[in-house]
């Protein structure tokens, strides 16, 4: 019963910047792990930033140092602010959180993110 919205993808040039927001239907403290993933054409699905435990943020080393994960809990929402943005950071980006409730892992629909050159 946990939906998540994500919104703010779209095209840049490398260089640029994008932030991503995820919006839940769901109080984020009511939620565990939240964090954001892609998908880049013919590749598997990774990790691009989540809270660990004690709610420390932890990227993926491609990332590291130019995406910054954030949340504003009165707007139930999850941000992912992107930096420096490389061709290669081009994917779908999906928002992820598992409900504290039930142990359940929810999924947004994705937002598009093009780096072009």
């Known amino acids: 019963q946990v939906q998540l919205v994500e919104s703010g993808g779209g095209l840049v040039q490398a260089g640029g910047s994008l932030r991503l927001s995820c919006v839940a239907s769901?109080?984020?403290?009511?939620?565990?792990?939240m964090g954001w993933y892609r998908r880049a054409p013919g590749k598997q699905r990774e990790l691009v930033a989540q809270?660990?435990?004690?709610?420390?943020?932890n990227y993926a080393d491609s990332v590291k140092g130019r995406f910054t994960i954030s949340t504003d809990n009165a707007k139930n929402t999850v941000y992912l602010q992107m930096n420096s943005l490389k061709p290669e950071d081009t994917a779908v980006y999906y928002c992820?959180?598992?409900?504290?409730?039930?142990?359940?892992?929810?999924w947004g629909q994705g937002t598009q993110v093009t780096v072009s050159s």
């Open positions: 769901r109080s984020i403290f009511s939620m565990n792990a």
């Open positions: 809270f660990s435990s004690g709610d420390v943020a």
């Open positions: 992820n959180a598992k409900f504290r409730a039930t142990g359940l892992t929810y």
